[in-house]
Nanobody, 115 residues
Framework: QVQLVESGGGLVQPGGSLRLSCVVS????????MRWYRQAPGKEREFVAG???????NYVDSVKSRFTISRDNAKNTVYLQMNVLKPEDTAVYYC?????????WGKGTLVTVSS
């Protein structure tokens, strides 16, 4: 059973930075396509960033040049470095792993951007 555990959320002022981490259990991390999603209050969950097993990344337009997704296969961990945070980035951030046609989700970590 694949399990995902996110960490790193919290309260940050506008313009600040946070780094989210997601640790994935099991032996399939290196072949997984990893993604970060977020869900703001009253809104649907949206894609934020993704990274392939080979390290190719893509982002939603609203976070390009501010967020960076990366992965460490030796640690079974994917990261989301978030810089120049804005109040509209406030959301629960979820880690997603796509492994051999199956989707796995973490429980999420809350990011609040407020002064």
């Amino acid at each position: 059973q694949v399990q995902l555990v996110e960490s790193g959320g919290g309260l940050v002022q506008p313009g600040g930075s946070l780094r989210l981490s997601c640790v994935v259990s099991g032996n399939s991390f290196s072949i997984a396509f990893m993604r970060w999603y977020r869900q703001a209050p009253g809104k649907e969950r949206e894609f934020v960033a993704g990274i392939s097993s080979g390290g190719r990344a893509n982002y939603v337009d609203s976070v390009k040049s501010r967020f960076t997704i990366s992965r460490d296969n030796a640690k079974n961990t994917v990261y989301l470095q978030m810089n120049v945070l804005k109040p509209e980035d406030t959301a629960v951030y979820y880690c997603n792993a796509y492994i051999t046609n199956m989707n796995y989700w973490g429980k999420g970590t809350l990011v609040t951007v407020s002064s």
